[in-house]
């Protein structure tokens, strides 16, 4: 079976609702990315045990996604200028993780086929890729960009009641003395308050005072809606949370 369906996927096909990114449900979703921490380890133990493919065409980078029609992964291999898209319709009543499991293990057969006929490990990897899509990176990029979180403890914000938004303020030590003496008039032991939770928006207030004199960032890369693919460590990653601008 050839993969070369039509790709008609667009700004228009990602709607508003939320889906979780491992299986796309979206009964009782709420504002999760995820119905299940079982449902995402389980197409993270798909994809991972599945990388004997990705080496084997000397892949880069790749990603996973999919809609309710299809899942594609888009890979970049070592070397390469284009991007190869490989299509697959989706199945009734399966998940993502089994039509994964159904693309890949069709291609490792025909990539292993190939193989043995010619003995050439580099004609069975093109003879794969043949059967892609190719893209210019310019249409569908799969090179991911360095996505930066503040490494600021989630509480000290909470005490002082900050969002991570409020890290990038140009005045940001004014915001957050301006932040400190606010809690100070409401929990201060001398004005009433307890003096367990006063201590711990003194101490949220060095710990961000001192973040904002010497700022460190946790760096990682991969796409907000897409699962992404790391040549160089051979493992791959979930979907990045999506930044709030």
């Known amino acids: 079976m050839k993969i070369s369906i039509k790709r008609s996927i667009s700004g228009s096909d990602h709607k508003t609702i939320n889906r979780c990114l491992s299986c ?59 991007i190869f898209s490989f299509i697959y319709p989706r199945s009734n009543g399966k998940k993502p993780a089994e039509d994964y499991c159904s693309m890949s293990d069709m291609l490792g057969n025909e990539w292993w086929a190939e193989k043995n006929r010619t003995h050439k490990h580099y004609r069975a990897s093109l003879h794969i890729l043949e059967k892609a899509r190719r893209n210019d990176p310019t249409f569908c990029s799969v090179t991911p960009p360095e996505i930066k979180t503040p490494a600021v403890k989630k509480a000290s914000l909470m005490h002082l009641k900050l969002g991570k938004s409020d890290l990038n303020s140009p005045e940001l030590e004014r915001t957050i003395k301006r932040a400190f003496r606010f809690q100070v008039k409401k929990h201060h032991p001398d004005l009433g308050g307890d003096t367990d939770t006063f201590r711990k928006i003194h101490q949220a207030y060095l710990e961000l005072i ?26 791959w990653l979930q979907p990045a949370p999506h930044l709030k601008k």
Do not use: Q
Request: glycine share 8%; proline share 4%.
């Open 24 to 82: 796309g449900t979206t009964e009782n979703l709420g504002r999760r990315r995820y119905c299940s921490i079982d449902c995402r380890r389980n197409l993270r133990y798909t994809l991972d045990v599945r990388t004997g493919l990705l080496k084997a065409l000397n892949t880069r980078y790749a990603t996973f996604y999919f809609t309710d029609m299809v899942i594609i992964m888009d890979v970049l291999p070592f070397g390469s200028k284009e």
């Open 210 to 235: 001192s973040w904002a004199e010497n700022p460190s960032y946790l760096k990682r890369r991969g796409f907000p809606d897409r699962w992404f693919y790391d040549g160089y460590k051979n493992r």
